[in-house]
């Protein structure tokens, strides 16, 4: 069971001196008490809970790729692939897709809303549903946001003649 979205357009940044924040920000939302409070996955056992993760998320995996302070590897093991395209006036521009181009959804709007204080203003995952639905998370203010497409349609203007000149 899962909803499946993809993300056909990207844009997101990351302030470069702001790095070493991500890492402490993620340390904080991968600590037990933090994953089991907000932890969307878990086992239960007699009617209780007996575990707490991040749906899925496997908790061990974001701690080692943080503790190696490796951007790309946390972003993967939420199930997104970030990929480095250049470095412009102190901020790090990266490609980020959800892996394959099509995966379940999660818990990862708390992880990119606990990263949303280093993330750069303007930064955005245009999303789509497997339902058709249309969205956009983005980042403003140290602060994660998501807003729903009101309007898909697609209007075009008069049409206007293109000779080649004979």
Same mark, same amino acid.
């Given at each position: =069971?899962?909803?499946?979205? #993809?993300?056909? !357009?990207?844009?997101? #940044?990351?302030?470069?001196? @702001?790095?070493?924040?991500?890492?402490?920000?993620?340390? %904080?939302? =991968?600590?037990?008490?933090?994953?089991?409070?907000?932890?969307?996955?878990?086992?239960?056992? /007699?009617? #209780?809970?007996?575990? +707490?993760?991040?749906?899925?998320? @496997?908790?061990?995996?974001?701690?080692?790729? !943080?503790?190696?302070?490796?951007?790309?590897? *946390?972003? &993967?093991?939420? &199930?997104?692939?970030?990929?480095?395209?250049?470095?412009?006036?102190?901020? #790090?521009?990266?490609?980020? @897709?959800?892996?394959? &181009? /099509?995966?379940?959804?999660?818990?990862?709007?708390?992880?990119?809303?606990?990263?949303?204080? *280093?993330?750069?203003?303007? +930064?955005?995952?245009?999303?789509?549903?497997?339902?058709?639905?249309?969205?956009?998370?983005?980042? %403003? /203010? &140290?602060?994660?946001?998501?807003?729903?497409?009101?309007?898909?349609?697609? *209007?075009?203007?008069?049409?206007?003649?293109? +000779?080649?000149?004979?």
């Amino acid at each position: =069971m899962g909803y499946y979205i #993809s993300t056909p !357009n990207t844009h997101f #940044s990351v302030r470069t001196a @702001d790095l070493p924040k991500f890492f402490d920000l993620v340390t %904080e939302l =991968m600590k037990d008490e933090t994953v089991e409070r907000l932890g969307g996955g878990g086992s239960y056992a /007699n009617k #209780s809970k007996t575990a +707490s993760w991040y749906s899925w998320v @496997d908790t061990q995996r974001v701690r080692d790729a !943080n503790e190696a302070k490796d951007i790309e590897r *946390v972003f &993967g093991e939420w &199930g997104y692939e970030l990929r480095f395209v250049h470095e412009h006036d102190e901020v #790090s521009y990266y490609r980020l @897709d959800i892996r394959d &181009g /099509n995966a379940k959804i999660g818990d990862e709007e708390k992880f990119f809303a606990a990263i949303a204080p *280093v993330v750069v203003d303007g +930064s955005y995952l245009d999303c789509e549903g497997e339902d058709g639905e249309e969205w956009r998370w983005m980042w %403003e /203010n &140290g602060k994660f946001f998501s807003q729903d497409v009101e309007r898909k349609d697609v *209007v075009y203007g008069e049409p206007i003649e293109i +000779s080649y000149g004979l």
